[in-house]
């Protein structure tokens, strides 16, 4: 008997220990030292993207040979699809993959956006034939070569819609979940610099990018842009081992169709005036009202129910 109890006393405290290690290890990641890497990864992004955006009308016009009309669609689409993924960017990155996996993945999918667009302007064979060339004539486009040119358009939109929404939460995860004096001071002063650094970047894309490609040819300008987008990607790879990966959480959408799912379920059930539902640890329960009543179905608790009525967690309705 006392051996057992010498065992199980051994087994917890060296369950304490490991857990101990555990958090002290987890608490030399993130901090102020991983700011560089994540505000980098960011700026560089946005001046490699945003320095494609202002002259990218004149290239589908003079390569590509579009129309003004035909061209500000495109690019319409093309800024409207960056928008509208940031919503499935934040959403994959809380619910199933994490922020760093996203970031990386976006910051990936950019890079390689730019390269493809960047061969557009070196590979002959990717462009129409100049109709300043009077041997060759002015061909139009090609489905092959319309299919590369918005390959590149959807990959640099996924990137952005991966990179955006969760850079800034990333961040601010470094700061959070490490144990730092004066932790909200240093989480607004981080706040503060990194619409800095995106204020700035945005002047460098609109002013030094454009310059580029305005003097020196498309071939140099999306040179320039692949360079600074390599430079983003590495960098965030390079602080990987600092920094603090939350894991990601319960999907709130999967939550809410559960809910939905469950209230339908229950239709047919008899709500009696005693019934009443779970609603949190300080009250017992609640009683059920005629406010959004179809909500009632969805976790009753009757003296007649049994384990054949569905149900799920008041939490998943309360979200």
Known sequence: MKGDSNQEESIVE???????????????????????????????????????????????????????????????????????????????????????????????????????????????????????????????????????LFSCFILLSIGSGCIRPCSIAFGADQLKHHPTPNNQRLIDSYFNWYYVSIMISTVVAFTAMVYIQEQLGWQVGFAVAVLIMFCSALMFLLGSSLYVKVKPSESLFLGLVQVLVVAFKNRGIELLPDDCYNHSKELDHAELTDNLRFENYYQTIASNLRSNIYTCRMRQHEK
């Not at 390689?112 to 061969?119: E, R, V």
């Open 14 to 148: 060296t369950e304490l220990q490991t857990e101990l290690l555990v958090h002290n290890h987890h608490d030399l990641k993130g901090g102020m030292i991983t700011m560089p890497f994540i505000i980098v990864n960011e700026a560089f992004e946005r001046v490699a993207s945003y320095g494609l955006m202002p002259n990218m009308i004149f290239y589908l016009m003079d390569v590509y040979h579009m129309e003004l009309a035909t061209g500000t669609s495109i690019l319409s689409i093309w800024s409207a699809l960056s928008n509208g993924l940031s919503i499935f960017g934040a959403f994959i990155s809380d619910s199933y993959f994490g922020r760093f996996r996203v970031i990386a993945f976006g910051s990936l999918s950019t890079l390689l956006g730019m390269t493809f667009l960047w061969l557009t302007s070196v590979v002959p064979q990717l462009t129409p034939s100049s109709c300043n060339e009077p041997e060759t004539g002015c061909n139009p486009t090609t489905p092959t070569q319309l299919a590369f």
